[in-house]
């Protein structure tokens, strides 16, 4: 247990293009669960290689899930123009909200730099879309050093207890990013956190270790109230 909430359990599939087909199969099972219960799933939505093939192997199998009625948000955003192919949230419509017709009204995207408001205003702004309860589910991505949405290790962001956050210094470009904080993002039913590939492996290991400082490895902060799923192929999962 870890602060009172579930261990992390640990989901591992053989191949990256395996693992992007159950998150998946798993996304649209869970949606469906949702709305079977009467409600508009609220989604957060993360950015990455893994997370890019999880969107499109969700839009070439969309289930019975009424797209039009599920409410998505970005984990984090890179501050760059609105048409920059660096947005997360250019790809997230790519590959997911415009092939399944998301409801536009419900889709909740940070603003950019050609908005006119400097960051510290995109980020209070973005904030304000954010729901006064729990998400349903937020999905993560990470990164080999341990960041995952715009919390990078080394640094006390990842403390921070407010909604969101402004970065001026990421250590990857764009040095300017908009991001959800880890307090935010545990405020969620369900936390899956996506990783695949070598490279990752490490990472994955410090981060499930017991005792974690999460300043080190920001990935390991985040935590659903129900349920905090890591989603791994064997690559990623190697050292565990």
Known sequence: MTGGQP??????????????TAIAAALVDRLAEIQAAGRVPKVVLAGGGIADAVHRATAAAPGDVDWTRVEFWLGDERYVESFSTERNSLAARRDLLTPVGANEALVHEPPASDSGLPLHDAVATYAQEFPTDDFDLVMLGMGPDGHTASLFPGRSDVLEPGDALGVTDSPKPPSLRLSMTAARLSRATEVWVMASGLAKAEAVEKALTHGVDVIDVPVAAPHGRNATLWWLDTDAACFL
């Open 7 to 20: 261990a992390p359990e640990v989901q591992v599939q053989g191949s990256a293009s395996d693992l992007a």
